[in-house]
C-alpha cells in the first residue's frame, strides 16, 4: 500500500504558493491576520484557516492542511497568533 504523503519540498512550494496569495490578497500581515481571525479571539484556528484556503480553490487532504497549519504555527500552540504569521511569513 502506498503510503500517503507529501513530500516536504511539496509543503514548502504549497506553503510559497499560499504566502503569495496572501501578498496578493492583503497590502499587510495585519489585515491578513485581522481578516482571517474569524472568532477576533486574536488567533486564527484551524477552521479559519481551511475556510480561506478553501475559498480560494485549496481543497486539501487532512494531512496536507495539517502539515500546513503546523508550518504557520509557529509556537505550536494550536492556533496561529500574529507572531507566528509574523515569524513565519515575516
Request: net charge negative; aromatic share 12%; charged share 35%.
Amino acid at each position: 500500500m502506498k503510503e500517503n504523503k507529501v513530500e516536504f519540498e511539496d509543503i514548502d512550494k504549497l506553503t510559497n504558493t499560499i504566502m503569495r496569495k496572501f501578498a496578493e490578497q492583503w497590502n499587510t500581515l495585519q489585515k491578513a491576520f485581522n481578516d482571517m481571525c474569524k472568532s477576533k479571539e486574536g488567533n486564527v484556528k484551524k477552521y479559519d484557516l481551511e475556510h480561506l484556503l478553501e475559498h480560494w480553490g485549496f481543497h486539501l487532504k487532512p494531512k496536507v492542511f495539517e502539515q500546513i497549519f503546523q508550518k504557520l504555527d509557529y509556537d505550536k500552540d494550536g492556533v496561529i497568533s500574529y507572531q507566528d504569521l509574523q515569524n513565519t511569513v515575516g
